[in-house]
């Protein structure tokens, strides 16, 4: 069980090529605490990352690689 503290967000990432468009991303990273469900007590920390075309999006997958850790 991780329950999310700070996120932090990059500035999208332009990629281009004479034959691509620009795909704009963003990256996050979040720190999660550790909780133990039996005693609810702090555990550590766990980091998250994800990348997605939008900011809010981005959080969400970072949140999500956290909580698989």
């Known amino acids: 069980m991780a329950a999310a503290i ?3 967000v990059a500035s ?7 034959s691509m468009l ?5 990256s996050a990273h979040v720190k999660c605490t550790r909780v ?3 005693d609810n007590n702090g555990a550590g ?3 998250g ?3 997605a075309k ?3 999006a981005a959080v969400t997958a970072a949140k999500k690689d956290a909580k698989t850790k």
């Open 22 to 26: 620009i795909a704009k991303t963003y």
């Open 12 to 18: 999208p990432l332009a990629q281009a090529d004479a």
């Open 49 to 51: 990352y994800g990348r």
């Open 6 to 8: 700070t996120a932090t």
């Open 54 to 56: 939008t900011k809010p």
């Open 36 to 38: 133990h469900i039996k």
């Open 45 to 47: 920390f766990v980091d």
